[in-house]
């Protein structure tokens, strides 16, 4: 299937087989599953190569890698209060990478950037290729630049050698990859890398925004040996880590609410580009979440 096709069954697929008479919900829920279904069609041919006689290995200094491609000054304020809330949280050196400083760290595919430079290709998607091949080479944890740690790093994702967060069942996205936990050399973080690497080598423009997640349900869908990886990893939906911000960022701030919201996700996923975001309102979960609390400004 070519991507012109991809996008005219989606459209004919979510006009007819998207009753209008359903509950919304029940037409998002649909909708998604036809998108997930025809991505899988699109990547059939994709071949998933898991690298021979890799072994994971947690290395002695881990990072936490972020990035912000136009460089940290150019950053939102509310991303710089991410990144300082990982400094304060993680208890691991933050690396945050612009485009200028990824070349020091991971060698990209030749022209990678050059085509990002000339709007071929999205941010999100250099950094989606950026997170797989700083994890296979270096493990550690990937942070989008709007995760928010409200405390420690939980023990049990610490622990494991590689772990993400599960979409919810209604979406069709399968996994969260704002958040990667890895050791280095992961089975599992090498084939999604060489993945990615062979659609960019293949392909001139992402058929899908969600590209690397459709990648990652294929390659488990695909391979026996990926999917036996991903089978021991702990299965938790990405809702722990999205309530605060998406209920919360308008109302009156109060500690003791904040502690319990926030308290089983190992962050809370944030964004930039609402109101709350970037002009809070005085008093509210989004001022402090921003500005910090009042009495340290």
């Known amino acids: 299937m070519n991507y012109i096709c991809y996008k005219l069954k989606k459209i004919c697929r979510n006009r007819i087989f998207v009753p209008f008479w359903k509950s919304r919900r029940e037409r998002w829920v649909r909708r998604n599953r036809i998108i997930a279904e025809l991505s899988e069609q699109y990547l059939r041919e994709m071949p998933v190569v898991v ?31 991410c990144w300082e809330s990982i400094r304060r949280h993680s208890g691991k050196e933050l690396v945050v ?40 080479k270096y493990g550690g944890y990937w942070m989008d630049a ?30 969260q990859n704002c958040f990667i936990r890895a050791y280095a050399h992961h089975p599992v973080m090498g084939a999604w ?20 997640h459709r990648l990652f349900r294929h390659m488990v869908l695909s391979n026996a040996r990926v999917a036996d990886l991903f089978s021991q990893m702990p299965k938790i939906c990405h809702d722990v880590t999205q309530i605060f911000w ?3 960022r308008d109302e009156p701030f109060d ?43």
Not at 146 to 175: A, K, V
Not at 197 to 211: I, N
């Open 51 to 81: 690298p021979e006689k890799c072994v994971p290995q947690r290395l002695p200094c881990e990072y936490v890698f972020s990035m912000w491609l136009q460089g940290q000054d150019k950053a939102p304020l509310i991303v710089k209060s």
């Open 97 to 136: 990478l612009d485009a200028e400083s990824i070349g020091k760290w991971v060698d990209l595919p030749p022209g990678f950037l050059d085509r990002w430079r000339k709007g071929r290709i999205k941010s999100c998607h250099v950094a989606d290729l950026c997170r797989v091949e700083l994890l296979w």
């Open 146 to 175: 709007t995760d928010y740690m409200c405390h420690p790093m939980p023990d049990f994702i610490d622990h494991e050698p590689f772990f993400m967060y599960m979409s919810d069942e209604g979406w069709n996205f399968y996994i």
């Open 193 to 212: 890398r060489q993945i990615i690497r062979d659609y960019w080598a293949q392909h001139t423009r992402a058929f899908d925004y969600f590209l690397p």
């Open 246 to 248: 998406e209920k919360y």
């Open 255 to 297: 500690g003791k609410l904040f502690r319990e919201v926030t308290a089983e996700g190992a962050f809370q996923k944030l964004e930039y580009n609402s109101l709350s975001a970037q002009t809070p309102r005085p008093g509210t979960f989004a001022d402090y979440v921003v500005n910090g609390p009042i009495g340290m400004r």
